[in-house]
């Protein structure tokens, strides 16, 4: 279905602009579910609900506001091709759509981008031209590329049909679940919660909106509060890490959004691992982010019903590994215990039986002789344990001093 939105500007975007893009991108469109967190609503003692793009194609809603984008151009415009500069999610969905309808596309990517988001890139067809360290030292590359190619610049964010695609989640939100009360949207260059808000408010003028950022990168936050803005340091939610949201959808935030809550990388990171234990899913930092400021204040969610959208689930494999065995230890379900022994035979063995008497699982095990700190007839031993949970731990290291071992663990125990 072509898109005819040819005089659409920030100004203009309406609910009736997106319900009219919300109709032409449906077939092509996976309508993602919006789900009770059950577990999780358990845990915080709040009644949440998961919108789940990270199950869009491409694994995120930046395939909606690309398809929109898409379906907007001429004849001779899709011959000629588009470029897009994104650091991933935006890249695979003007990479898909465009593949899906014959046109040809090339991205650029920083440098830094996650490997299975540049491979997932490339298997959709599109060339991957790898520049920057970020998105704001790419974009002007970018630029540059498309006036030399003649190709059609796809803006992630900061175009109004890419809002106007962006903000059809909300239709499909509140459609799904009229009675929200909030709705938490993660924000990087705000097209995302720039045309959710203006539909969510046609819809539902009562509902919050409520926006979330990850502290080193929190220029939305810090423009629309009028205060200091964050910069630095690597981010797990690097799909949001931008400098410079749009000034157009921050105007739509001013008019719109309740409020802008931002995260800490160790708050991001436990919420991640909390979606993926809890609830079984997948999900990217930049929902991580939003379920992050929700537990920061649980209180200003009591009694609500809060719609969080998981925006993203393209995290990288070895960094979801490395987020699960932090977050094992974290909970005490993985733990080392040292030891210093002495060096004669029998003491393994009698550490790892009160251990399994204990019901817990040795997973590694490290015998160190050689320590100059340690006495001649002493050895270091490091146990890695597996038990269900810190108290399960302190069961085990209350045991094995009572046996007469001098133990210690990581977290103090």
Known sequence: MALSLDTISFDTISFDTISKTHAAIRDATIRTPTVPATRLSRHLGIDLHLKLENRQHTNAFKARGALAKLLTLTETERGAGVIACSAGNHAQGVAYHAARLGI??????????????IKRTGDFGA???????????????????????GLTFIHPFDDPVVVAGQGTVAIEMLEQEPDLDVIVVPIGGGGLIAGMAIAAKAMKPEIEIVGAQ????DAAKARFEGGETHFGGATLAEGIAVRAPSEANLAIM??????????????????VFDLLSHEKLVAEGAPGAGLAVIRNALDAYAGKKVGLVV????????????LILRGLVRDGRITRL????????????????????KGANVIEVIHQRMMQTLALKKAELDVVIEARDQGHVIEIVTALRDGGYVVRTDSGL
């Open 311 to 322: 925006c993203g689930g393209n995290i990288d494999s070895r960094m979801l590994s490395t």
């Open 254 to 271: 001013r008019a719109h959004v309740d409020r802008i809550d931002s995260a800490s990388e160790a708050e991001i990171e436990a919420a």
């Open 127 to 149: 060339e991957v031209v790898l520049h920057g360290t970020g998105f704001d030292e790419s974009v002007a590359f970018t630029l540059d590329m498309a006036r030399a190619r």
């Open 214 to 217: 990850a502290t080193l990168f």
């Open 104 to 117: 040809p596309s090339t991205i650029v990517m920083p440098t830094g981008t996650p490997f299975n988001k």
């Open 338 to 357: 040292t030891f210093e022994i002495a060096d004669t035979p029998g003491q393994l063995a009698d550490i790892s039986r009160i251990i399994g008497e």
